[in-house]
């Protein structure tokens, strides 16, 4: 089982960060974090990277639900989303299979929660 959803796009990364924030919306969920991963490593240890960023994406109403059923779930939260520049004009944008990630925890209803949220993280990806 794959761990991510990914797509490659012929765009450029910005546009590709704006996409995927628009068909994240779409589907509910937020940007609660945001990490520019070029920046940081140029930042801390001076080193030039690619463009790179990591967008924590939350759907309130399904993380609400999540934490009820699982209360250490947060461990795991929120859903990140990649988003990098791979060259030749192209971008991919990658999303975390929250029902992989989750298959460490023995919760049968956590993982049916998961399987709502890997639906619409999957329509999220596919609507790019």
């Not at 520019?36 to 993380?63: H, M, Q, S, W």
């Not at 609400?64 to 939260?77: F, N, R």
């Not at 990658?94 to 998961?114: F, G």
Request: proline share 3%.
């Amino acid at each position: 089982m794959s761990y991510y959803f990914a797509k490659t796009l012929k765009v450029g990364f910005d546009e590709a960060v704006r996409r995927a924030t628009d068909a994240l919306k779409q589907e509910g969920f937020g940007i609660i974090t945001e990490i520019d991963v070029k920046e940081t490593f140029k930042k801390k240890i001076n080193i030039d990277f690619r463009n790179y960023r990591i967008l924590g994406a939350c759907n309130p109403t399904l993380a609400h639900e999540a934490l009820q059923i699982e209360d250490k779930v947060g461990t795991m939260l929120p859903c990140n989303v990649v988003i990098q520049d791979i060259g030749e004009g192209r971008t991919e944008v990658a999303a975390i299979d929250p029902v992989a990630s989750m298959q460490a925890i023995d919760n049968p209803e956590l993982k049916r929660a998961a399987e709502q949220v890997r639906g619409k993280l999957k329509l999220v990806i596919d609507r790019l």
